[in-house]
T-cell receptor, first 117, second 111 residues
């Protein structure tokens, strides 16, 4: 089954304790992305990657790191989490389009609900 | 970055009433996608619009892309409780691969 998986699904942690949220897709997609979702603010992009070893900042990258060592995996790293990073996080992937007009749909993972105390 | 305004933020309707959400941009868009997120779920792709003035239908859902490609709407006819969720638009412009999501419209359907 084609899917994007995230782990953990729920996490409660304390300020300053490094954590990693994993994301994996089995669709051989080039493009992967991380979003955070907060009430009233919609989906805001944290980082994205267009291929292995190619990553770039989204709209809200501060306090986050990512890596793309393999095509299927795109982990999100919080080196020193703070309470303002309490949020619902989604990983997404899509095929890269060959054209500049039509873009392929993004497939989202189930989400990771993170609470930083 | 690009701004995409989505309104309204919330909409309460009685089952059977119609519903519309709008996305507006100050810049010309190359395309727009719509996603639905059920409560407790993740966003799921609904449709993509590319052409000026394009209209697409999926059963009771009608999607439109404005003539100037600066706005789009999603209209649901005769809502059902299964329509409950948050609807997001995701817009691209200037050849950029990176989409900007609207803040979403949460639809609440009262039986």
């Amino acid at each position: 089954e084609a899917q994007v998986t995230q782990n953990p699904r729920y996490l409660i942690t304390v300020t300053g304790k490094k954590l990693t949220v994993t994301c994996s897709q089995n669709m051989n997609h080039e493009y992967m992305s991380w979003y955070r979702q907060d009430p009233g603010l919609g989906l805001r992009q944290i980082y994205y990657s267009m291929n292995v070893e190619v990553t770039d900042k989204g709209d809200v990258p501060e306090g986050y790191k990512v890596s793309r060592k393999e095509k299927r995996n795109f982990p999100l790293i919080l080196e020193s989490p703070s309470p303002n990073q309490t949020s619902l996080y989604f990983c997404a992937s899509s095929e890269m389009s060959s054209g500049l007009i039509e873009y392929n749909e993004q497939f989202f993972g189930p989400g990771t609900r993170l609470t930083v105390l | 970055g690009q701004q995409v305004m989505q309104i309204p933020q919330y909409q309460h309707v009685q089952e059977g009433e119609d519903f519309t959400t709008y996305c507006n941009s100050s810049t010309t868009l190359s395309n727009i996608q719509w996603y639905k997120q059920r409560p407790g779920g993740h966003p799921v792709f609904l449709i993509q619009l590319v052409k000026s003035g394009e209209v697409k239908k999926q059963k009771r859902l009608t999607f439109q892309f404005g003539e100037a490609k600066k706005n789009s709407s999603l209209h649901i006819t005769a809502t059902q409780t299964t329509d409950v969720g948050t609807y997001f638009c995701a817009a691209r412009s200037g050849g950029s691969y990176i989409p900007t999501f609207g803040r979403g419209t949460s639809l609440i359907v009262h039986p």
